[in-house]
């Protein structure tokens, strides 16, 4: 009798055995190609997500990864970037050290923002009483805050965000409670505005309740890290521009300036 070998991985989205491989049981080539009119907020819906959205959602996932695709030099991850190409690495390795700078303080607090104000928001907690719960937690409030952007210098990408929702959105109740507790923070300090993070991942849990998501599977893709990982997808775009920046003005090695840095170095001493 035959016996069947047992198999290593399942994949459950894309299949290359047929003579066209498929993105979610779709031909590349009926994703791919301009006549189809289907752009990366689809190829992203299809093998992220293994459904087809409708057009405001794909746009949305669209407008999102083109709004965060770079912010200048300066940052984190295009810093790090920059110096590794100029170490002489290549295009991968580069990119890479750039990638790993993205985290709870940097790009990655989306999933962070969605849990937190999701929490607050199913919980019925006030602006007071959710950022008395995060101190408590001892945590910056994820979604909030920024080093340059304030009040008084406002970040047009987080305002574009929200326009795009309230033009094409069914309803943003998510967001309209975190304008609740932005009013709150920025009452404090004019830089604790709603961030581009915490803007996306907020409007990315009312996305997927209105597209009838239960909230179990939010909840599971915010714990699997899902909503970093258009902030990952959209930069790599950029931090790729700067490292082929760097290769193009075939800049030298960098080496920080001495007079920036506090040494600070005592003896050390036997135990
Ligand atoms: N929640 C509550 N309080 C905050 C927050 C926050 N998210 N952010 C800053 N504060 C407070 C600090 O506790 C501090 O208070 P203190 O002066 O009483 O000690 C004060 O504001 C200054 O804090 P810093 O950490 O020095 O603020 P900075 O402007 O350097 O930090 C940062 C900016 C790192 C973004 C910070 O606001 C933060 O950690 N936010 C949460 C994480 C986040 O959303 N990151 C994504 C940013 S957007 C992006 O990267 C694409
Ligand atoms: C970014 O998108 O990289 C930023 O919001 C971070 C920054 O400090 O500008």
Known sequence: PKVRRSKQFIC?????????????GFPISSVALPSTGKGIGDVISLLWFKKQYPKWATDFIETVIKTVADHGPAVSGAHNAKVTARAGKSV????????LTIGP???????GAAEHFKYADDNGLTPAEFLNHMKKQGIPIPGIGHRIKSLKNPDLRVKGLMDFAAENFPKTPLLDYARTVE???TSKKENLI?????????LM???WRALGYPEEEINEFIASGTLNAFFIAGRTIGFIGHVLDEKRLAMPMYRHPMDDILYD???AEEI
Not at 105 to 111: E, S, Y
Not at 194 to 202: H, Y
Request: net charge negative; hydrophobic share 40%; charged share 25%.
């Open 205 to 207: 849990v009312d996305m």
């Open 92 to 99: 991968v390795e580069s990119l890479v050290t750039g990638l």
């Open 194 to 202: 709603l961030n581009v993070d915490g803007t996306i991942g907020i």
């Open 105 to 111: 303080r940097f790009g990655g607090a989306i999933d």
């Open 265 to 267: 170095v005592q003896k």
């Open 12 to 24: 459950t989205i894309s299949d290359d055995r047929g003579e066209e491989a498929t993105y979610a």
């Open 183 to 185: 009013a709150l923070t």
